[in-house]
């Protein structure tokens, strides 16, 4: 609380409006699924309604809780109207729907209407949860462990003519019981040329007798996501396809290989880029070499071209470059790499070498 007090007052605002459950956990520890906090440079108060009041009073320890009969957010907002000294409160808009904030305008006195929402010009929050404590970064890599043991006990049950989705079931069933609170994302279960849609969720589609299979996946650990990306082949791969391969694992080291504290994201990205462009794949990579995970499975920084940002120690981010044959086949190797102060941790040690089934 204090960390996102310090910088209130630097962004010249007396109160902070949080909504975003992600930022809402990270401050206040609550984990239900409706709630509002109000931040002011003096106190903290967290609105959630009455489902939630035993479960509020045993996680949240830096605010006090209110439970209120509906709309935390409107609550809260005019919570810190009546609070002396606060004059304008910011809000993140990016998490802010327009109906929203005509509902929260509505809640404040008229003369308030026009003046006291302010949204924030950089997601206050978000730039906190950037760099992970050590707590945090124990969970993650508890996290990330569970994980490659999912993957190692898939690579026993895999077999051609499986279904996409029964790989899918038995690694979420796996997961469960490992301890998962949930998959962090849409398990991506993609065989065949089905592999090369980047983003190609389980389906019915049988694994083939020959051809590739990616497999991208993550828990969710005390709040915390993992991510990673393997993609193994059954039957012997034909040359291109083992060149392919190759080229991607030698991106994806090269860009562990250039994870740590002051270097660029966009450097990073380049990383990897360079590597499969020197292997005529460059049109092939069709996204970022990777993103920060945390709480959400996608957040700050974002690893892609250009990108100026400078990694820190404490940073958790993914490194997960892949080629996409349209038609043909896909390839994406990913793994979750904590920052440190001289280099990367790989968090997600699971077998990168082509495995063949
Ligand atoms: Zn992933
Ligand atoms: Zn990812």
């Known amino acids: 609380m204090g ?3 310090r910088k209130l007052t630097r962004a010249g605002l007396s109160g902070l409006l949080v909504t975003h459950l992600p930022d809402l956990r990270y401050l206040s520890g609550f984990t239900g699924s409706s709630a509002a906090l109000a931040v002011t440079r003096r106190s903290a108060r967290l609105f959630t309604d009455g489902r939630y009041t035993a479960q509020a009073a045993a996680e949240v320890k830096s605010a006090q809780v209110e439970i209120v009969p509906r709309a935390p957010a409107a609550c809260a907002v005019q919570w810190m109207a009546a609070q002396a000294g606060v004059e304008f409160a910011g809000f993140d808009p990016a998490w802010t729907s327009v109906a929203e904030l005509s509902r929260l305008k509505e809640a404040l006195p008229a003369r308030l209407r026009r003046s006291f929402l302010v949204p924030v010009a950089a997601p206050l929050v978000e730039a906190l949860r950037l760099v992970k404590d050590e707590d945090e970064l124990r969970i993650m890599g508890e996290a990330a462990l569970t994980g490659c043991r999912l993957f190692e006990h898939l690579l026993g049950f895999l077999k051609p003519g499986l279904m996409e989705i029964e790989v899918a079931a038995e690694l979420e069933y796996q997961a469960r019981l490992l301890g998962a609170e949930g998959m962090s994302f849409e398990t991506i279960v993609a065989s065949g040329p089905r592999s090369a849609l980047p983003h190609g969720r389980a389906t019915t589609a049988r694994l083939p007798r020959r051809g590739f299979l990616t497999l991208d996946f993550g828990i969710i650990h005390d709040g915390y996501c993992s991510d990673m990306t393997r993609t193994v082949y059954f039957g012997t791969p034909r040359p291109k396809e083992r ?3 190759h080229a991607v694992l030698e991106a994806q080291e090269s860009a562990v290989a250039a994870v740590g504290a002051g270097v660029s994201c966009g450097d990073v990205d380049e990383a990897a880029r360079s590597v499969l462009r020197k292997a ?3 049109d092939a990579f069709t996204h ?3 993103h920060g995970v ?3 499975i996608h957040e700050a920084p974002r690893l892609g071209a250009g990108q ?7 940073m958790v981010v993914t490194i997960e470059p ?6 043909e086949f896909g390839i994406r190797i990913e793994d979750m790499v904590a920052v440190t102060r001289d280099g990367g941790q790989v968090l997600t040690p699971a077998p990168k070498a082509l495995i063949e089934l």
């Not at 100026?308 to 404490?314: C, F, H, I, K, P």
């Not at 892949?322 to 038609?327: A, D, K, W």
Request: net charge positive; glycine share 22%.
């Open 294 to 296: 945390g709480l959400e």
């Open 243 to 245: 060149n392919a391969y």
């Open 280 to 282: 005529g794949l460059a």
């Open 322 to 327: 892949g080629v996409y044959l349209p038609g």
């Open 288 to 290: 970022s070499t990777g």
């Open 308 to 314: 100026t940002m400078r990694l820190q120690a404490g």
């Open 3 to 5: 960390a996102v007090r």
